[in-house]
């Protein structure tokens, strides 16, 4: 595959697209039905209510500085060019909110390669090899290139991100799914963190009490007391939430969590009947 160039016109109205397409393309809250019936109210003690995490956590490079990141053009199957631009700009966008990384402006990308000088780079035909050389062209830390295929309602994401000094592979994220074009939308943004800083995946669990004092552990690990500042930031997967207060029924909670949601948990907990069990403090 060889990398385009295209006119400045058109540059810029990608550019001004992005910047639109950044709020557009964000999940909505009514998604994840299946993740929220696990989560559901079955004690009327729990709420499923999810909504999009905020910006995800994390500490850039120690020297200060961003890792820049090159996104080249996508190959494509069975898409139109502005469905695969679309993409593009969301992946973009997915990277640009990571602590610590920075994305190369398409318009940077595209001006490079359409200098005389870099002519041999811009028809170095698709690759690796060609990936690093642009990205180096462009003055990338990083560079993202890869597939989107699709065909009938199913579709694949290849994606593969190059250490632009070292000229090696760091990553590669290959997914499938099904069902309508919205589907991609969070799988390219997951894809986006898996290929580039996986351990900033993260889910959020917003706990709220009808009893102060309470020792709320996650998965084994104490978190903190009711009432809690601020949500607490959890790896996504299974969850188990168990609450405990001295003279209160034990409160415990099972349920799954998916990347870049928030799960409202609320607690009310009783008294412990006299002669029951209580929780230890």
């Not at 966008?93 to 190369?104: D, L, M, P």
């Not at 003279?247 to 008294?271: C, I, N, S």
Request: aromatic residues 4%; positive net charge.
């Amino acid at each position: 595959m060889m990398w385009s160039v295209t006119s400045v016109k058109t540059r810029l109205l990608l550019l001004i697209a992005a910047g639109l397409l950044a709020g557009a393309a964000r999940p909505s809250g009514g998604k994840g039905k299946s993740e929220r019936a696990k989560a559901g109210d079955k004690t009327k003690q729990t709420s499923g209510d999810k909504t999009p995490a905020a910006t995800l956590p994390g500490s850039p490079p120690a020297d200060g500085k961003a890792i820049r990141v090159a996104v080249l053009e996508l190959g494509t199957l069975g898409m139109s060019n502005d469905e695969r631009r679309s993409l593009e700009m969301l992946l973009r966008n997915s990277i640009a909110t990571i602590e610590g990384y920075a994305v190369v402006p398409l318009a940077d990308i595209q001006m490079a390669l359409s200098d005389p000088k870099n002519l041999a780079v811009a028809q170095c035909g698709g690759g690796p090899d060609c990936a690093v050389q642009i990205g180096r062209v462009v003055g990338a830390d990083r560079v993202v290139f890869g597939t989107l295929s699709t065909i009938g309602d199913a579709f694949s994401l290849n994606l593969r991100v190059m250490d632009v000094k070292l000229g090696k592979e760091l990553a590669r994220e290959q997914s499938r799914t099904s069902g309508n074009r919205n589907v991609l939308i969070p799988e390219v943004r997951l894809s986006a963190y898996r290929l580039v800083a996986p351990d900033k995946i993260r889910g959020y669990l917003e706990i709220v009490s009808s009893v102060d004092g309470v020792d709320i552990e996650i998965n084994g690990q104490k978190v903190g007391t009711t009432p809690l500042a601020a949500p607490v930031p959890v790896i996504p997967g299974d969850q188990v939430v168990v609450a405990r207060r001295a003279g209160f029924t034990e409160f415990q909670k099972e349920f799954h969590l998916v990347a870049f949601e928030r799960v409202k948990l609320r607690l009310d907990l009783g008294k412990a009947p006299d002669g029951a069990p209580a929780a230890s403090p």
